[in-house]
């Protein structure tokens, strides 16, 4: 199993950043995907941004243009930087690992976007 611990959350106004931090107990290198999702009170948990071994990024619609995902893969660390936040970003934000069988998750970090 693979541990995650996310971190970088926290209390921003309208058109603030933040920039989430995920490290990883393994060599990132050979997890396949790794993932930033959300959930917000009474919500399904969405997936915000997902980054592959290879660099490959996929985005929410809701945050294109706002949030980018990457990886320092010499310090099995993954990062959300997220600008120009809006209070309907507000949500705690979990990371995710995925290669075969692995399917490992963060313990989340919360964000709040004041308006």
């Known amino acids: 199993q693979v541990q995650l611990v996310e971190s970088g959350g926290g209390l921003v106004q309208t058109g603030g950043s933040l920039r989430l931090s995920c490290a990883v107990s393994?060599?990132?290198?050979?997890?396949?995907?790794m993932g930033w999702y959300r959930q917000a009170p009474g919500k399904q948990r969405d997936l915000v941004a997902a980054?592959?071994?290879?660099?490959?990024?996929n985005y929410a619609d809701s945050v294109k243009g706002r949030f980018t995902i990457s990886r320092d893969n010499a310090k099995n660390t993954v990062f959300l930087q997220m600008i120009n936040l809006k209070p309907e970003d507000t949500a705690v934000y979990y990371c995710?690992?995925?290669?075969?069988?692995?399917?490992?998750w963060g313990q989340g970090t919360q964000v709040t976007v004041s308006s």
């Open positions: 995710n690992a995925r290669a075969g069988p692995l399917d490992s």
């Open positions: 393994a060599n990132i290198f050979t997890i396949n995907v």
């Open positions: 980054i592959t071994r290879f660099g490959i990024t």
